[in-house]
């Protein structure tokens, strides 16, 4: 997987919007890109992907840059539950011997 | 209803010993991966199998390998455990292996060896 660079942590309010950059500038055509997210003493959860166009789904939103070589993970209203870390990790397309490569991801802090 | 289960949750044992951990999916996907994950939190790739092909990296020692009796389970079994063995080791599924594709994962086993 082509490599991403993630800030090492970051800190949010309740119930505010939380902004999660990802930096991929070596991303290729077919990569997708992937965000996870792991709870404390819990498995990784998946959030949210995308290939080129901008996501939502019920959990964020994913802003992916007009030359992909960057994406941002939106959380809209940042709850004590979404203190975690978050991974974005880019995915190649229909490739058999590609495994999801976690890198250190981010760790939200929220705080009330 | 658990979509991906692994049990045990804890396992303690001694150095020397074999153990296997075991794992299940019921989402009907075709490929499922072992992950260890160690006490400095970085996740790893261990094996991705699916019916067809069993995936190792080749940082792992050849003391573990994956046994699948069918395309639900995925079990890991470890042999003449190590002190390094410990760590929290997480079963994943996905419907393909592709980037198009989201993983999912189990609750987690951790491994503690003494």
């Known amino acids: 997987d082509a490599k991403t660079t993630q800030p090492n942590s970051m800190e949010s309010n309740e119930e505010e919007p939380v902004h999660l950059p990802c930096n991929h500038s070596?991303?290729?055509?077919?990569?997708?890109i992937h965000w996870y997210r792991q709870l404390p003493s819990q498995g990784p959860e998946y959030v949210i992907h995308?290939?080129?166009s901008n996501v939502n789904n019920r959990m964020a939103s994913l802003a992916i840059a007009e030359d992909r070589k960057s994406s941002t993970l939106i959380l809209h209203r940042a709850t004590l539950r979404d203190a975690a870390v978050y991974y974005c990790?880019?995915?190649?397309?229909?490739?058999?011997?590609?495994?999801?490569?976690f890198g250190g991801g981010t760790r939200l802090m929220v705080k009330p | 209803d658990t979509a991906v289960s692994q049990t045990p949750k804890y396992l303690v044992t001694q150095m020397g010993n074999d153990k296997s951990i075991k794992c299940e999916q019921n989402?009907?996907?075709?490929?499922m991966y072992w992950y260890k994950q160690d006490s400095k939190k970085f996740l790893k790739i261990m094996f991705s199998?699916?019916?067809?092909?069993?995936?190792i990296n080749e940082t792992v020692p050849n003391r573990f390998s994956p046994k699948s009796p069918d395309k639900a389970h995925l079990n890991l079994h470890i042999n003449s455990l190590e002190l390094g063995d410990s760590a929290v080791y997480f079963c994943?599924?996905?419907?393909?292996?592709?980037?198009?594709?989201?993983?999912?994962f189990g609750s987690g086993t951790r491994l503690t060896v003494v």
């Open positions: 994943a599924s996905s419907q393909r292996t592709g980037g198009a594709y989201g993983y999912t």
């Open positions: 070596t991303i290729s055509g077919t990569d997708y």
């Open positions: 995308g290939l080129t």
């Open positions: 990790i880019l995915r190649v397309y229909n490739n058999a011997g590609n495994m999801l490569t």
């Open positions: 989402l009907g996907h075709d490929t």
């Open positions: 199998y699916n019916n067809k092909e069993l995936i």
